[in-house]
């Protein structure tokens, strides 16, 4: 939020702030469900601003791992998991493990 303002002589009260565009996908209606229909929300861009992370980043050497183990580096890659998500929601291949657990997926019982 870097702007609030009241309109004289109108129950009219302006917000102006920041929304990243993912955060901002059923905003509009979860802002009317919250007032119960009082607020009205008008987006426009405003601009870009990177992600300080690379996407594609892997740890490849021990110092990387330490450095990640340390907390110098942070633990989950946002500009990953954003990327992920655009992937996902444009119907495109994303590269995960597809069975967490092999013993969690096991579904045929084991007769003796």
Same mark, same amino acid.
């Given at each position: 939020?870097?702007?609030?303002?009241?309109?004289?002589?109108?129950?009219?009260?302006?917000?102006?702030?920041?929304?990243?565009?993912?955060?901002?996908?059923?905003?509009?209606?979860?802002?009317?469900?919250?007032?119960?229909?009082?607020?009205?929300?008008?987006?426009?861009?405003?601009?870009?601003?990177?992600?300080?992370? /690379?996407?594609?980043?892997?740890?490849?050497?021990?110092?990387?791992?330490?450095?990640? /183990? /340390?907390?110098?580096?942070?633990?989950?890659?946002?500009?990953?998991?954003?990327?992920? /998500?655009?992937?996902?929601?444009?119907?495109?291949?994303?590269?995960?493990?597809?069975?967490?657990?092999?013993?969690?997926?096991?579904?045929?019982?084991?007769?003796?």
């Amino acid at each position: 939020v870097f702007a609030e303002e009241m309109r004289e002589g109108t129950p009219l009260f302006t917000i102006r702030a920041h929304l990243p565009v993912v955060e901002s996908f059923g905003f509009a209606s979860e802002l009317r469900k919250t007032t119960s229909g009082a607020a009205h929300p008008q987006m426009r861009f405003s601009h870009f601003e990177p992600l300080p992370q /690379d996407p594609l980043f892997v740890v490849l050497t021990e110092e990387q791992q330490e450095a990640l /183990d /340390d907390g110098a580096l942070p633990s989950v890659n946002l500009a990953r998991k954003l990327m992920d /998500d655009v992937r996902r929601r444009k119907g495109l291949r994303v590269e995960e493990k597809a069975v967490a657990s092999a013993t969690k997926q096991r579904t045929l019982a084991r007769k003796k």
